[in-house]
């Protein structure tokens, strides 16, 4: 069994092209200035087909996290982090916290955007703290 | 929220559990079907005399066609046959569309059967990879979270705003397992301690394995039928007081809120039909997939502030000879949980008490219960009130 790995419809695509470039992209609705994750045709508030891609600033906070002791395949060396981050834009996210120590990690602390090449294709936001609570909280 | 308005119009008449625990002998559907039989011979019946039957897929034998399958294999034609799938929720939401079924006509009798085998005829890794598929496959699963990870996500969560602690999620399954050691059937019977929870293994911090629900084989079946046709009944017709659902998501990284789930919208909809309080329940029957999950359908469910479950559950007050007994056969902590079908044995168990069959374990006065079950990462949510009068 391998990683599961995204394969992305038409309208997900550009959030996997800009993780390629490096970058977190976001759709806006521009009816109600609503900030969409995770991409939709729609607007999950009020459900206008008006979005629009925007960079987003890759800063975040820790919502929860949990340290994964046995992992979920083979394929998942353990131990790891997932957490939810809440992003600056307003949306939450399911990503991984990497190179950190669990015993650094607190709710709510800051966090920024990375990149992982998860397949061949596929290059997935992961979230590293931010480097001045990073050194603080060791 | 919804509310189904069939309160007082229906009653349990039948029910059945197979062995439960590792069942190595039969399928899970040689378990739905001997459940079927079983409970329609509990309730005094042939199953020539019920003419609907409502099923959920098993994961170790997914069938396309599953309610379908079962009635042929019984070489019955029920008026009424479908398969539903709301994960753990099915349970309830099945006894509810039993009830609904029966109102517009489309049977006179139905029974909700469920059964899986997720310990004998799945491998672990097969079991561990089935569950976390919930998981959205392409925001949550490419990280690799599994089923506890997301619970110990919610369980930070309410450790952060409440500050509870891992010793008071640790009593749920204390708590549960010391009914649990009253039961003769139940897969885990030795009593523990909270220190015992605290140093088992780490799964998914701040989770450790005692605060997992089991993997398990088993099914359980029940019979509904209207209440004015439920006095031939051969045992107590348990009568469907109340009920309700809350839907608010369906994965974890798109809930709104972490720690108050749709269980207060299944819960306020369920009371209200009842007619009933958090005060007047004599039972509770919550859905224990992970002890952090025990621990907010408390407060969400209305027995406690929200925020205070780990006071409520380190008081004592569910255990045996408390005042509000709690899975009281030990739950999917300790009794069993063959998956989807886990809350169906919270169900029968409160059918047996109200009869009078628990045995050992009876408790005195047992006029309501409360049954919970939930479905997804505490994201829909089913709420049953029964009553044991007449």
Redesign the interface.
Known sequence: ?A??????TPT?QPFYDACKNNELALQHCRDCSHVL??PRTHCDQCHSENLVWQQASGQGSI???????????A??EAP?I???IDLAEGP?????IVDTE?EALA??LSVNVDFAA?SED?T?PVFRLHPALSEDSL | MTKSGLGGKYALIGMAESDVGIVPNKSPRELCVQVTLEAVRDAGLTLEEVDGLITCNAFAEPIMYHAEAVAEYLGWEPRHCVTVNTGGGTTFMAVNMAAAAIEAGMADSIVVAMADSLRSFMTREQAMAVQSSSGHPHYEQPYGPTVPAYYGLIARAHMHQFGTTEAQFAEAAVSCRAWASQHPKAQMRDVISVEDVLTSRAIADPLKVLDCSLVSDGGAAVVITRKDRASDAPHKPITLLGYGEGHAYEHISQATDLTTSAAVHSGRAAYAEAGLTADDISLLQLYDCFTPALLIQLEDLGFCAKGEGGDWLTSGISRPGGAKPLNTHGGMLSYCHPGNPGAMFGLTEAMTQMRGDAGARQLPDISTALCHAQGGIMSSHATLILGAED
């Open positions: 069994m990683k599961p790995t995204p394969r992305p997900e994750f995770y919502a929860s996290y949990t340290v994964v002791r046995r992992g979920v395949s394929d998942f790891y997932i957490a939810l939450r996210m399911m990503s991984q669990p709710v709510g998860w596929i997935l």
